[in-house]
């Protein structure tokens, strides 16, 4: 059963939704976008747009909040993200999900709000007050179903090429290893245990990536481009895994990979599509969560 708001279902107050008329020009829309990091996780990036005054005005005063609500059926999963700005990415681990993901965007109350009114209720609603409840929905839009299989299962195929493992020693620098067919990053013993505390929050998987997966993936890089043959790597089912996924965007890897602008820090980057910044913007959404 898609994650679904039912358009015939009756609220006690006006809410903006298609197909729905309380407001008579103000409208909700949310954009979704997906893509797998380098570390295998499913990545939504959102943007939520409302030009209702009133609506605004309570989210920027902290008693509403924009939700993306994401449920997959098959393995119960369940979570709510939320945020007070209008774009955010969300971080589900794969291994939370399989056969399609549904999700729904909406604004939700934080808090009790007393006489609220709007000037752009429609004529059933002139001159009417609601007293809403944290928790009341204020907007809605449902998103068609995200097969995963749709996506061309790269995340998945990109999550196979990384392995992180406990190294015997202790407060040593972490290392990387590619002789294998993973590319296998070793942590210090306490490093280790704190990263496997963390690694399945999806609020901390953009900071995990970009302190573990990117510098990684920058030694990868490193290492490609000083074999300009790949003798010692071609064989491995990582090396074959980058090159597939390239080629889904149609870019030959080695060619892409051996050219002079195209720096080690920059392909790892591109692979992991701006990590720095999804890493920041998870600071922001962790701070905003405290805050509020």
């Not at 298609?18 to 103000?26: I, K, M, S």
């Not at 997906?34 to 005005?57: Q, S």
């Not at 109350?109 to 006489?115: G, I, Y």
């Not at 510098?215 to 990868?220: D, G, I, R, S, W």
Request: glycine letters at 4%.
């Amino acid at each position: 059963m898609s994650l679904k708001i039912d358009l015939r279902r009756l609220y006690t107050h006006p809410v903006i939704a298609a197909g729905r008329d309380d407001y008579r020009t103000c409208t909700f829309a949310a954009e979704m976008n997906y893509f797998g990091d380098a570390a295998g996780n499913l990545v939504l990036d959102v943007n939520f747009r409302t030009d209702c005054a009133e609506i605004l005005r309570l989210i920027a005063h902290g008693d509403a909040q924009y939700i993306l609500h994401a449920e997959c059926p098959p393995t119960l999963y369940r979570e709510i993200f939320c945020s007070t700005v209008e774009k955010f990415s969300c971080t589900i681990p794969n291994e939370r999900i399989k056969t399609h993901l549904d999700c729904m965007a909406l604004i939700v109350l934080t808090r009790d709000v007393k006489n609220f009114s709007c000037g752009d209720w429609n004529a059933d609603f002139d001159g009417l007050t609601f007293d809403l409840q944290r928790g009341n929905v204020l907007a809605y839009q449902n998103f068609q179903p995200l097969t995963l299989e749709d996506a061309e299962n790269i995340f998945r195929n990109v999550a196979s090429i990384f392995s992180v493992y406990r190294r015997t020693v202790d407060a040593a620098p972490f290392e990387v290893e590619l002789a294998a067919d993973k590319i296998k990053i070793g942590l210090s013993a306490s490093d280790y245990l704190r990263y496997r505390q963390y690694c399945s929050r999806p609020d901390l998987q953009p900071l995990l990536n970009a302190m573990i997966i990117l510098p990684a993936l920058v030694y990868v890089f490193e290492e490609l481009k000083a074999d300009a043959d790949f003798e010692a790597y071609g064989d491995k089912a990582w090396f074959k895994s980058l090159t597939a996924a390239y080629r889904r965007r149609k870019i030959n890897f080695a060619e892409h990979i051996l050219r002079e602008e195209n720096t080690s820090i920059r392909l790892a980057q591109e692979v992991m599509n701006l990590p720095i910044t999804r890493a920041l913007d998870g600071v922001a959404h962790i701070c905003d969560a405290e805050d509020s």
